[in-house]
């Protein structure tokens, strides 16, 4: 079982910036690649970035421009900065991670963002 602690959610006014963390523990293998997905209220979750462990990134489109990932000094943790957010980026935001040898994938608890005026 993959443990994910997650920080960096809060409350920002559109425009504003936040910086989500995530930190992976226990029983990882060798990671593919890391990242966030994020599931609106009446929405499905939907992959936002992600790294691999090549360091490629993708971006939803929705979001190109102004989220950037990437790798943290920590072990098997991801940064995402958020920059110039809007209202429909709120969403709760799940830490996610691939791993290779057919290891199923795993998201975190999820941590709130909610960008409202």
């Known amino acids: 079982q993959v443990h994910f602690v997650e920080s960096g959610g809060g409350l920002v006014q559109p425009g504003g910036s936040l910086r989500l963390s995530c930190a992976a523990s226990g029983s990882i293998i060798s990671i593919h690649a890391m990242g966030w997905y994020r599931q609106a209220p009446g929405a499905q979750r939907e992959l936002v970035a992600l790294i691999t462990s090549g360091g490629t990134t993708t971006y939803a489109d929705s979001v190109k421009g102004r989220f950037t990932i990437s790798r943290e000094n920590a072990k098997n943790a991801v940064a995402l900065q958020m920059n110039s957010l809007k209202t429909k980026d709120t969403a709760v935001y799940f830490c996610?991670?691939?791993?290779?040898?057919?290891?199923?994938?795993?998201w975190g608890q999820g941590t709130q963002v909610t960008v409202s005026s």
């Open positions: 996610y991670i691939d791993q290779r040898f057919g290891v199923p994938r795993s």
